[in-house]
């Protein structure tokens, strides 16, 4: 309902639409536009079925340009609900409002209303109890139609589109005709700083848009939006298209997200194959999957954007600044200058000279004690040097009279005191040398000596490590009294109890390791030979060779595990929660199995009208990994679990095993590859959860076949 009357709102050349929605469609539907409207004569017309203004001749069926044109809509809608049709054209002094029951039309007045037309949908389904069970609940069904508005949004980014749900606005997009606003009106910020613009040209298909970044891949296609002349399709040939220009760039198992608008000759495309004209037939597919897959490869080889970790990025430290009351601090002889807390700044009286004043800055400690100035320590601390000082300051620092002149080191005591150091710098302003800048005293925020870093600590070895013990080989061998003084190499040696302690241990493992393997070998008919690719255990069996896929078994082995024994997952509280912002379908599913997600560790909640937070997840799970794993179980929910707790608690349980089993790739010890051996050659594991195999079988005869024995 909510598709057909914003198609209308389209037709009829609307820039706004307001589109409302009251326990989610199911109460009440009102879509509100500024287009043309319908005249007062027509007004009744367009509820009779196949009637359509927007058909003229049999030669329009063969290049369709509007939305709708079949005439079916409104007649549809009016048979199973209660319609009211306020409406308005430019030229008329007053509307017209429609009362219309079960395709019944009750009453016809004059209305006020502004220029366009408002088609409100009450108690859809009323006269229909057969169709009206089948019906989901609100919040579901609030959310595809939540979805529907935001994909007529993303076709048409020249509209100001607005949706409320109950009450509360839930979408609004600027309509200023750039995509990328819509983008951020309708997926969020995150999602679109993902996308790559794509715009190209071959033949007479022009593709534009944006593409997602293969780091930025979906778990599921939800996220392909594709436009052909303006109107929403799904067509398994762009789905390819996609596909082949993400070869070998994105994860096995990711869907590329995307918004391409495609526009071509009108009698090149038949939307009058299907009743929805969701689906569309192309008069040459080759040269629109061409044309798709080219244009998106372009833009994805033309992008320079390095991946990025999802780890959030640390903050820079922390820069002091000189503000306009720190300049105007009396500098004189009666005030000392103000320190940060722990410094303290010497005080030179203003009648002394320059040249005969020196300056050392000192800690607070040093300050106490008088004969701190003249230790070796203070001596040699680095002192700001004329050139430095030669320097113009940042905006807003106090003039050069407020401070009194460094102190010159003349060039022969500079060699002595060794190489020239650079002057010790705070994080205060930047000085740059001019020429016309006359020498000045260097400010006290740039006169703070660096706090001294701690010794570094000494680790002392215990005497029973470091001194000699008798060699077990020479038991009866007096000991001198002086133990820590070792004798001679060729009478006494070291020995080191620790180090032997841990060889024997280690020997002792592999031994009861190679028991326990021989043990199980003995009676098996089978035996494992090894592993290959990292992800296939080798196993042996009279005269055949079995490859085991590790990943596949574990899988189902964990999976069993969890459905028999009922899964009780440690949670982690995040100290950060964090937010996705999924799409609406997605959204309502996971918001309509949070006790199902609550007892397998995750705990959501609903945060503004269309993000999700969550605030704890299973112990196994990265922080990386939590919107992945969330939209994975929604999207096996939505495709396999319709309405069975019992299927959606399955589809949980198949995540979860898959994320504890061992991965394809891992480097796995010889114990781990005899345990996931002896499931499978037990008939304990059969199938994957998801149905595949988990091991082949090859035979010697085939093996000799190949090598021509």
């Known amino acids: 309902v909510v598709k057909e009357l914003m198609e209308n709102s389209i037709d009829a050349g609307a820039k706004n639409i307001i589109v409302e929605l009251v326990r989610g469609g199911m109460d009440t539907i009102r879509v509100t536009d500024d287009g043309c409207g319908i005249p007062e004569d027509q007004a009744a017309t367009a509820f009779l079925r196949h009637a359509t203004s927007k058909i003229n001749s049999e030669d329009d069926l063969t290049a369709i340009g509007t939305l709708g044109f079949r005439g079916e809509a409104l007649a549809a809608i009016a048979a199973v609900s209660k319609v009211d049709l306020i409406t308005r054209t430019e030229d008329a002094p007053f509307g017209i409002h429609l009362h219309i029951e079960a395709g019944q039309e009750l009453s016809r007045e004059e209305a006020g209303c502004p220029v366009g037309t408002t088609m409100l949908v009450r108690n859809l389904f009323f006269n229909t109890p057969a169709r009206l069970k089948f019906m989901r609940k609100d919040g579901y069904e609030g959310s595809a139609a939540a979805n529907v508005v935001q994909e007529i949004a993303l076709s048409h980014p020249e509209l100001a589109i607005k949706l409320y749900r109950d009450t509360k606005l839930t979408l609004s997009t600027p309509g200023d005709g750039k995509t990328m606003s819509t983008l951020y009106a309708v997926m969020g910020r995150d999602i679109a700083l993902g996308f790559v613009e794509v715009k190209d040209t071959l033949g007479e298909v022009q593709v534009e848009g944006y593409a997602t970044r293969p780091s930025c891949c979906k778990p599921s296609r939800t996220w392909e939006h594709f436009f052909v002349n303006g109107r929403l399709v799904e067509n398994r040939l762009l789905w390819a298209a996609m596909e082949q220009a993400y070869a070998n760039q994105k994860m096995v198992g990711k869907f590329p997200g995307c918004v391409l608008y495609i526009t071509m000759p009108q009698e090149r495309v038949d939307v009058n194959v299907h009743p929805t004209k969701a689906i569309v037939k192309f008069d040459n597919d080759s040269a629109v999957f061409d044309a798709i897959s080219k244009a998106v490869q372009t833009a994805l080889d033309r992008d320079r954007t390095m991946a990025q970790f999802s780890a959030p990025a640390r903050k820079p430290p922390a820069v002091d600044t000189v503000t306009e009351n720190q300049t105007r601090i009396p500098m004189g002889r009666t005030a000392a200058p103000i320190a940060p807390t722990g410094i303290q700044i010497a005080e030179v009286p203003k009648e002394a000279p320059a040249s005969e004043t020196p300056v050392t800055p000192v800690s607070s400690a040093a300050a106490e004690t008088p004969a701190a100035a003249a230790t070796p320590a203070a001596a040699e601390a680095p002192v700001a040097s004329a050139a430095a000082s030669e320097t113009p300051a940042a905006p807003g620092a106090p003039e050069a009279a407020e401070f009194p002149a460094p102190p010159h080191i003349p060039l022969g005591e500079r060699a002595a005191r060794g190489a020239p150091q650079a002057p010790v710098w705070s994080s205060g302003p930047v000085f740059r040398k001019t020429s016309k800048q006359t020498p000045r005293e260097v400010p006290w925020y740039n006169r703070v000596k660096p706090v001294e870093k701690p010794e570094k600590q000494v680790y002392i070895q215990p005497a029973w490590v470091t001194k000699p013990v008798v060699n077990p080989s020479f038991p009866d061998e007096p000991v001198s009294a002086a133990e820590t003084v070792p004798a001679p190499a060729e009478d006494r040696q070291k020995w080191n109890p620790l180090a032997e302690l841990a060889e024997t241990l280690i020997q002792e493992r592999i031994a009861e390791e190679e028991a326990a393997i021989i043990a199980r070998d003995e009676g098996k008919p089978w035996v494992v030979r090894g592993e290959v690719f990292r992800t296939y255990v080798i196993v042996e069996q009279g005269d055949q060779l079995i490859f085991i896929d590790k990943h596949a078994a574990h899988e189902r082995a964990n999976f069993d595990k ?27 599913i996971l918001l309509d199995n949070i006790p199902l997600l609550k007892q397998y560790g995750f705990d959501i909640e609903e945060y503004g009208d269309a993000a999700i937070v969550v605030r704890a997840v299973p112990d196994y799970l990265e922080g990386s990994a939590i919107e992945e794993a969330l939209l994975e179980i929604a999207e096996k929910i939505r495709t396999t679990g319709k309405g069975d707790p019992e299927n959606a608690r ?55 076949r190949e090598f021509k024995r």
């Open 650 to 704: 399955d589809e949980l349980l198949h995540s979860l095993a898959c994320k504890e089993a061992i991965k394809g790739g891992w480097k796995t010890q010889a114990a781990e590859l005899e345990a996931v051996a002896e499931m499978v050659m037990s008939g304990q594991v059969k199938y994957c959860p998801h149905g595949r195999p988990v091991s082949i079988t090859l035979s010697k005869a085939r093996l000799e």
């Open 562 to 588: 969890l459905k028999a024994e009922g899964y009780q997952p440690m949670v982690q509280e995040l100290y950060i929660p964090v937010i996705i912002r999924p799409s609406p379908i997605e959204r309502s």
